[in-house]
C-alpha cells in the first residue's frame, strides 16, 4: 500500500455512519470539537473561497433550543412531505453538540461569471453546483472527523429548509440570506451501527464510458421510491442479500439490486419527468389524500 496511513482512512470511511441515537448525559471536550472542525476548515472549495461558517452549539440550553426548531421541521414534513421516512428528532437532546454549516452565497462571485448574455444560464447553474458541492465536501469533512474522534453524527439537510432556515437564523444570529446546508448532530452512539446498504462496486464502476448494462431503469426508481427506501435506509446490513427476508422485500428487483448488471438488455430510455413521485406503494399510501 502507497500510504501507511491508508487502511486507517478506508476504516473512517467506512465507520462514518448517520446514527440517529444518542447516549444521554455525555459531554466532549472543545479540543475534540476543535480538531473536527479542522476537517471542515481543509475541505477544497471553488476558487478557494471557503464559503462556509461552523456555528457549534454546545450549551445545553441552545442545544434544547435548536431541537425544538429541528422537531417543528420534522412534523412540517410528517404534514407536507407524506410518505418519506423520516425519524423523529428528539434524539437531538442528547447530542453532545451540533455544528451548522451555513452557506454564505455572496462568494459565488468568486465563481467563472458569464461575459456574454447568452451564457448566463450556463454559468449562474455552474456557480450554484460549485457553491453546493463545495458545502457538501465541508460537510463530509466534518463528518469524517467525528468518526474519527469515536462519536458518530448525522447530516440534517432540513435546516436548509427556508421556513427551518428563518428560524434557526433567529436563533443564532446569522444574516437570514445565509443558509444551513448541513446541520450535524454529535454525540456517542447508543448501539453501533456499522453497516449500511450500498451498491455493489461492479454496479457503479464504469470503465472508460458509461456501460449501459449497469443503468437504472425509471421503473427501479420508482420502486425504491414507492417501496424499498425505508429499508434501504435504516438496516444495518451493507448487502440485501443479508436481509433475511431479501424475496420478499425485492421480489423481481433482486437482481437489479444485488446483481453485477442493472439492465440486461443494455437499452436506454428517454429522459423522463421525475419531479414527482410517480409509482404506487407503501409510501403512496402515507400521501394518498393529497394527491
Ligand atoms: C445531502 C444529504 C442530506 C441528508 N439529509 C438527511 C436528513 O435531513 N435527515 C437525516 O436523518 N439524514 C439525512 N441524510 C443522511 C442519509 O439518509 C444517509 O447518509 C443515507 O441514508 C446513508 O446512510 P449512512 O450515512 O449511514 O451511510 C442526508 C445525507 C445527505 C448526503
Redesign the pocket.
Known sequence: MANKNAPLFYEIIEQ?????KFEPGRKVSKAAINRIIECGRWAPSGANVQCWDFIVVNEPNMIKKVTEVFLRQAQRLVDHAKGFP??K?TYLANTVAIVIVLGDPRWKVCFPQSTNDEWVEEYTDNNEAIFLCSL?AA??NI?LGVTAEGLTS?????GGESTTNKELSKLLNYPDWMTAY??IPIGYPIAS?DR???RPLEQLIHWNGYNSLKYRKNSQIDFYESTLRPF???RDNELMTDWKDMNEKLGVWAEAFTGKETNPSGKLEPKADFSKPRAIGPATKRRKKDL
Open positions: 462514518r455512519r448517520s446514527t440517529r423520516a425519524v428528532k457538501g460537510i463530509q463528518q448525522s447530516w440534517l439537510s432540513g448541513g446541520t451501527q449500511r446498504y450500498r434501504a435506509m435504516y
